[in-house]
């Protein structure tokens, strides 16, 4: 079993900044995939960037201003998000997929508010 531990998230007014970090407790090198996911109230769960060995992909209204990155040394993977958005307000969520196996694993969650 694989756990995945957010941290980063909070308040911050619309234009600021945050960096998102999710620690996995075993290494990520079988990870097909990393990525980070989120739900809003009232809305359906959505993916905002994934991660793999060979290219990154955002879901279009983060293009230019979030950007994922992976630390396997580190078991890591970031979201570093600018230009935050009262519409990026939600819980963000880990998340990581082995393929051998497969698996998918999620992280518990971390809220990120932008509000003035």
């Known amino acids: 079993q694989v756990q995945l531990v957010e941290s980063g998230g909070g308040l911050v007014p619309p234009g600021g900044s945050l960096r998102l970090s999710c620690a996995a407790s075993?290494?990520?090198?079988?990870?097909?995939?990393m990525g980070w996911y989120r739900q809003a109230p009232g809305k359906q769960r959505e993916l905002v960037a994934e991660?793999?060995?060979?290219?990154?992909n955002y879901v279009d209204s983060v293009k230019g201003r979030f950007d994922i990155s992976r630390d396997n040394a580190k078991n890591t993977v970031f979201l570093q998000m600018d230009s935050l958005k009262p519409e990026d307000t939600a819980v963000y969520y880990c998340?990581?997929?082995?393929?051998?196996?497969?698996?998918?694993?999620w992280g518990q969650g971390t809220q990120v508010t932008v509000s003035s």
């Open positions: 991660i793999t060995a060979s290219f990154t």
């Open positions: 998340n990581a997929e082995q393929l051998l196996p497969r698996i998918v694993y």
């Open positions: 075993r290494t990520t090198d079988n990870f097909y995939s």
